[in-house]
């Protein structure tokens, strides 16, 4: 039977990896009045005319800076870290044979790098964005952050809550006697 640690770290991490995932494509990371939402990956002037990074032979993706394109790779790595995190501890609550303690830590090491790079990559998109298009968090402004930047916030702080739940089942896990060793019931 899995832990309540486990089951409660796995809703967890599917949460985090549902806001991140949906942060990652959305084209609302910013927006600028009167009609101008921009993504890590696209750009939207309207709400049907929307440039993406592949079109007119990556014309978009070729005119970002240098800042922006870190910030699209770390956070696409942090949301394929949630993904393989979220496998990893499907694995690990629905199969007998891998019941160990380095499992737990594992999915916890995927879980810190996928908090990490995601971490970065907000922090970056937020402080350049703000240093080169004056981008804030109030809405009241020409200028602000949009809903798809704050749905990655919150990504990652139910990723740290994710961690934390790991973390005090591989305490528990290391601390008892009784369990898994080997693939085999003691």
């Known amino acids: 039977m899995a832990s309540c640690w486990v089951v409660t770290g796995l809703v967890l991490i599917a949460l985090a990896f549902i ?74 609550l629905c199969s007998a044979c891998c019941k160990s303690l380095f499992v737990v830590h594992l999915v916890n090491g995927l879980l810190v790098m996928a908090f990490i790079t995601e971490g970065i990559a907000l922090g970056l998109f937020g402080a ?26 919150g990504g990652v702080l139910v990723d740290l809550i994710a961690i934390l739940f790991y973390t005090c089942e591989g305490c528990r896990s290391g601390n008892s006697s009784a369990g898994y060793m080997r693939g085999e019931v003691v």
């Open 19 to 92: 806001a991140s995932a949906v942060s990652l494509v959305a084209p609302f990371w910013y927006h600028q009045v009167p009609m101008t939402n921009s993504g890590l990956w696209a750009t939207c002037v309207s709400d049907n005319k929307c440039t993406w990074f592949f079109e007119n032979e990556f014309h978009f993706e070729k005119s970002l800076p240098l800042w922006w394109k870190a910030a699209q790779g770390l956070f696409a790595f942090g949301v394929l870290f949630l993904l393989t995190a979220f496998l990893t501890a499907c694995v690990f």
């Open 128 to 153: 350049k964005a703000h240093e080169e298009y004056n981008a804030s968090y109030d809405r009241n402004t020409s200028v602000y952050f949009d809903w798809a930047f704050w749905v990655g916030c």
